[in-house]
């Protein structure tokens, strides 16, 4: 593939396919695969991949808000998108683009049922989530009750789905913790189709739960980042492709003398001996945020290790090149295929989640298609 000459993030869509199919895998034949597509899909482009997911094959998609929703079906996508987490200010909007909304609790419940009357919908798909541990969002197992007779007492909705979420289904120390979480789950489905006539849909599992809990698998799992090519562990990661390759440029090429300084703040001082320094056009402005400066994060030149000195700017970082043989102009790998997003996460304590869903989208989007 050609070097890059900007500031780009590739987008491997071969990767993504791999990725997908891994986890298709791990599924029993009939099982449903929701592809979590926030945060513009995980940094990447939201609708490149729902439209690459869904020619795959996908059976629904989920994002967070309802603008995120709405995007992709202006795109053209046209399979069920769920909203995890939408407001009722935006109900209306949700309608008219036929997303599907999470409930999550009786003022969210009791809103929407209200505005979709006034819309005079019928049998509306709506989907129920419960709160079996992490606490964020979602019903308790004592509201089933409540929900279906708010349920039965309308024509206005109709419940596709129950789903609560894995709290640490990546790690195995919470083993206990998440089976509670699972049989707790199931209890609450048993009850709701006791009470209402009818199971609706069933998921829980997120990616390492697709990957640690078969049991959690129900009729549908939700993958977000293992698509991206990231396994929430050292051994499924070997088995994913990340999908995003940042890549930059050098600028220039400084010669640091004893005394002068690199950057805001003169945050790198030279102790005295000889320092090289690369610029590169990138900065916090595009997703490298301040917390990779000062020697912690790093990027990759000529397979070579450049760490960040001084502080990052916002259009630019600033690495040290003393011993590596470079030139402005060369290509410079950010994160990729073999030093990772997660690898640089990991140098600012933090998770690849962070880094790549950061990624601006004023940074360009190249993508590599199936035959490249």
Request: proline residues 3%; contains cysteine; charged residues 20%.
């Amino acid at each position: 593939m050609p070097k890059a000459q900007e500031t780009v993030l590739e987008i491997d869509l071969k990767a993504l396919h791999h990725n997908f199919k891994y986890l298709k895998s791990k599924l029993q034949p009939n099982t449903k695969f929701l592809a979590v597509v926030k945060a513009f899909a995980y940094g990447s482009d939201a609708y490149e991949v729902a439209n690459y997911l869904q020619k795959l094959g996908v059976d629904y998609f989920a994002v967070a808000y309802i603008n995120e929703g709405v995007e992709l079906r202006k795109s053209g996508i046209t399979k069920p998108i769920l909203v995890l987490h939408p407001l009722a200010v935006n109900f209306k909007k949700l309608i008219e683009f036929a997303l599907e909304p999470s409930l999550y609790n009786a003022k969210i419940l009791n809103e929407f049922i209200s505005i979709a009357s006034a819309e005079k919908q019928i049998n509306y798909p709506v989907h129920i989530k419960f709160n079996t541990g992490l606490n964020r969002l979602g019903f308790w197992e004592n509201d089933v009750d409540y929900v279906v007779s708010k349920v039965k007492a309308t024509k206005t909705i109709n419940v596709k789905s129950l789903f609560s979420h894995l709290a640490a289904s990546e790690d195995l120390n919470e083993r206990d913790f998440t089976l509670k979480q699972i049989n707790n789950f199931k209890i609450i489905a048993e009850h709701f189709k006791t009470k209402i006539g009818y199971m609706p849909i069933l998921h829980m599992s997120n990616t390492s739960g697709v990957l640690n809990y078969p049991e959690a698998h129900f009729d549908m799992i939700r993958s977000g980042i293992g698509l991206y090519g990231f396994g929430n562990s050292e051994k499924e990661s070997t088995y994913l492709k990340p999908i995003s390759s940042l890549k930059t440029v050098i600028s220039q090429i400084h010669k640091i003398e004893k005394g002068e300084s690199v950057g805001y703040n003169r945050a790198y001082k030279s102790d005295g001996s000889f320092t090289k320094t690369a610029t590169l056009p990138l900065g916090h402005a595009d997703g490298i945020g301040r917390h990779y400066g000062n020697g912690k994060g790093f990027v990759t030149i000529h397979g070579q290790k450049a760490p960040i000195i001084g502080n990052v700017c916002m259009d630019m970082i600033m690495v040290d090149v003393t011993n590596i043989d470079c030139k402005e102009g060369d290509e410079v790998i950010v994160f990729g295929e073999h030093s990772t997003a997660e690898n640089l996460a990991e140098t600012a304590n933090t998770l690849s989640y962070e880094l790549i869903t950061s990624i601006s989208q004023r940074v360009k989007r190249v993508f590599l298609k199936e035959d490249t």
